[in-house]
């Protein structure tokens, strides 16, 4: 069954340091997504991209985060200057379609950690 | 932004049938996804509902009420892998956009 790989698993940077997260979407679906989660706090959309461009973000996704898709299969998220708060799980999702009845598919996350 | 609230943990005894609820508010409600998320694990997709009733998918069930802004999951025949987060998530399109917003989970422990 296909499925959404994300790279690396484990990431540990320095705070000020920038860190790219990779991740590889189900090869026909359209629509990508990126979310977080702090230990023990609830999943929280930070962006979606579509047609190569992001077509929504939230309040969390400012200048210090940026995505792009490098080329037919990655989409990565850039996060520069990290901060000790952006410690926290980053799941990568991509969904066939943008309509209601489709489901978004995890990947398996990167956890980061930033010290 | 919606407003959605479930239990935050819940426990209960293999083979046993456990229903975890999840309200919400919305003003242009689009459907609701049930997730379970294993600790450390990404979450994967349960179910989805946009009309009110019952959709049966196995041991899984989640039902719909849009007036009561209401739903439930309903975990049958409850397997020690069953314990894990669930994850209720729901879609407000009355904004323009069509992200689900997820709610905190509720932790459910099976135990023997």
């Known amino acids: 069954e296909p499925e959404v790989t994300q790279t690396p698993s484990h990431q540990v940077t320095q705070m000020g340091q920038e860190v790219i997260l990779r991740c590889v979407p189900i090869?026909?679906?359209?629509?990508f997504y990126w979310y977080r989660q702090i230990l023990g706090q609830k999943v929280e959309f930070l962006v979606s991209?579509?047609?190569?461009?992001?077509?929504?973000k939230s309040e969390i996704f400012d200048d210090q985060f940026s995505v792009e898709r490098p080329d037919g299969s990655n989409f990565t998220l850039k996060i520069r200057s990290t901060k000790l708060e952006d410690s926290a799980m980053y799941f990568c999702?991509?969904?066939?379609?943008?309509?209601?009845?489709?489901?978004?598919?995890f990947g398996p996350g990167t956890r980061l950690t930033v010290t | 932004g919606q407003n959605i609230d479930q239990p935050t943990e819940m426990t209960a005894t293999e083979g046993a049938i456990v229903q975890i609820n999840c309200t919400y508010q919305?003003?242009?409600?689009?459907?609701l996804f049930w997730y379970q998320q294993h600790a450390g694990e990404a979450p994967t997709f349960l179910s989805y509902?946009?009309?009110?009733g019952l959709e049966e998918k196995g041991r899984f069930s989640s039902f719909l009420s849009r007036s009561k802004g209401y739903s439930y999951l309903l975990l049958k025949e409850l397997q020690m892998k069953d314990s894990a987060s669930y994850l209720c998530?729901?879609?407000?399109?009355?904004?323009?956009?069509?992200?689900?917003?997820f709610g905190r989970g509720t932790s459910l422990i099976v135990h023997p």
């Open positions: 998530a729901v879609r407000d399109t009355s904004g323009g956009s069509y992200i689900p917003t």
């Open positions: 991209f579509y047609n190569n461009e992001i077509s929504e």
């Open positions: 509902n946009v009309l009110d």
């Open positions: 919305t003003s242009g409600f689009n459907g």
């Open positions: 090869s026909n679906h359209l629509y």
């Open positions: 999702a991509s969904m066939e379609r943008g309509t209601s009845q489709y489901e978004q598919y």
